[in-house]
């Protein structure tokens, strides 16, 4: 059967069950609101760019809904006994599990870059910088495209995490633990050795900038949270192929 | 010769300790219905779940129009399955869950209102199935096995929790499939469910095949001529002389296995004995198949 009606079939299970409007609707008050607040409160700022990552402050802990989406759209299945259908209707467990993965980063994706033009939209009313806030700016469009590419992979963690592990508590324990409660608290420890692993957690990040971690530079970020993302996932992948369900 | 649709060899399956199936072996053809009977724990769920590639036989094969399941492409066009009323989402509703199960093998969207109708869910299709009943979640299970018009039906308990009509309904609709030339195994631990339902009969007890026959084998096995007359004495000795075997019951008839009736009446008729009551007694398939399953039940209460 072709993939696509494997999407069709995963778009209609996520929107049809409440906790995707949930996730949906507080995802984009939060982000909302905090891009609000944090323009408000950013008088003014020597670059675009910063400006623009003042406004995404409130990626920093809207992520969390990503993850949770993200999370019960896998361990639901499990939870209700519903996976025994969807694997009777699409034997084929990789591609099920791609399917969903699709599901989860395009919405993740689209209320991403929405959310990212409101944040800019604020940015450029509220917060002064000399020559303006333009989008195309290079500064500008860096800070929007890594905050969409780093929801979307937090995203995949948690399917990932999800199918790991198959319960809702566990999945999001461990998602939100590695990537909002650990890099905090190992930055506060602030000896060598929490350093390094804090290097290597998955944190969540605003624009280029992680959040409430070790700094690291995006490009660093973007490879720890993808090697978080690929492990965490395959390794799902392949115990949902050899499991029993 | 009919074409083997389920074919299951040596299917073994074992956890730690346990062994839930032991070396089965068996066809199901199509154009029947075939029961699949056996007690509690007795494997019949995990054979249906290794048919459906959910669960890994540790040895052997399940195969299903020749190939294993996960190999059959758009498989609810194939196979339906009823395998666990739970095996949906409460927060959906009847109609959301159906149409999502559709669109994953390609089905046409108008078949969820088809299906939808023919068991008689209209009424609630919008709403969600949290607030189903036992009964509701059953009619729901077996439209989701219907979807894809599948020539072969694997239906785990199916009449759980329906009421008499319920249960009547599925025997029906059981009967026109298998009529129609697919292939229906069901499931089920109550024997007097498949007493009309099925026309054989597949029976496990701890895993293990303790029969596969046609129905009315099985009651024919356990069946009987009862003959009552005045002169019982004699007509005892002289069935005995042709060959049958003869015991008293209780209010004073002969129970006799290994004549017919016909046999029974022409030994009468040359012993120039009377003969007020004669008539095959069939056995229950309930008796049948305590009888079969005796030694096998995994799990006992306790003699009061």
Known sequence: MPFTSVVTSEWTKLRTVRSTWWCTALYVAVVGAGGWFGAAITQSAPRADFAVGSALTGFGFGQVLVVVLGVLAVTSEFRTGMVLASLTAVPGRGRLLLAKTVVVVAWTVLLTALLCLFCWFAASRLTAVEGGVPLTDPGVLRQLGLQVACAALAGVLAVGLGTLLRSSAGAMGAAIGVMLVLPPVLLISASDQAERLARALPAFRVGDEPFFATATSWQEGLVVLGAWVVASWTLGAVLLARRDV | MLTPVIELRG??????????????????????????????????????????????????TATVLGRPYRELPRPMR???????????????????????????????????????????????????????????????????????????????????????????????????????????????????????????????????????????????????????????????????????????????????????????????????????????????????????????????????
């Open chain 2, 11 to 60: 299917l073994t399956k074992r956890y730690r300790s346990r062994v839930a199936v032991d070396a089965l072996t068996v066809t199901v053809e199509p154009g029947r219905v075939t029961g699949f009977l056996g007690p509690n724990g007795s494997g019949k769920t995990t054979t249906l779940r290794c048919i459906l590639g959910l669960t890994r036989p540790t040895e052997g």
């Open chain 2, 78 to 304: 194939h196979v339906g399955a009823l395998i666990d009323p739970r095996a949906r989402h409460p927060g959906r509703t009847a109609h959301a869950h159906l149409l999502a199960l559709a669109q994953s093998n390609a089905l046409p969207r108008d078949r969820v209102d088809e299906v939808i109708d023919l068991v008689g869910l209209e009424p609630v299709a919008h709403e969600r199935v949290r607030g189903f009943s036992l009964g509701m979640g059953q009619r729901l299970g077996i439209a989701a096995a219907l979807l894809g018009d599948p020539d072969v039906l694997l239906l785990d308990e199916p009449v759980n929790g329906l009421d008499p009509e319920g249960i009547r309904w599925v025997r029906e609709l059981l009967r026109a499939l298998a009529d129609e030339g697919r292939t229906v195994l069901v499931s089920s631990h109550l024997m007097s469910e498949m007493e009309d339902t099925a026309d054989h009969l597949v029976v496990l007890g701890r895993g293990r095949l303790l029969a596969d026959v046609p129905m009315a084998d099985l009651l024919g096995a356990h069946s009987a001529v009862r003959v009552r007359s005045p002169q019982a004495p004699v007509l005892a000795s002289a069935l005995q002389r042709a060959g049958g075997h003869v015991e008293l019951e209780i209010d004073g008839a002969l129970r006799v296995e290994g004549l017919d009736c016909d046999q029974v009446g022409d030994v009468a008729f040359l012993a120039g004995v009377r003969v007020h009551e004669l008539g095959r007694v069939t056995a229950s398939l309930e008796a049948a198949y305590l009888e079969l399953t005796g030694d096998d039940v995994e799990y006992r209460a306790a003699a009061l």
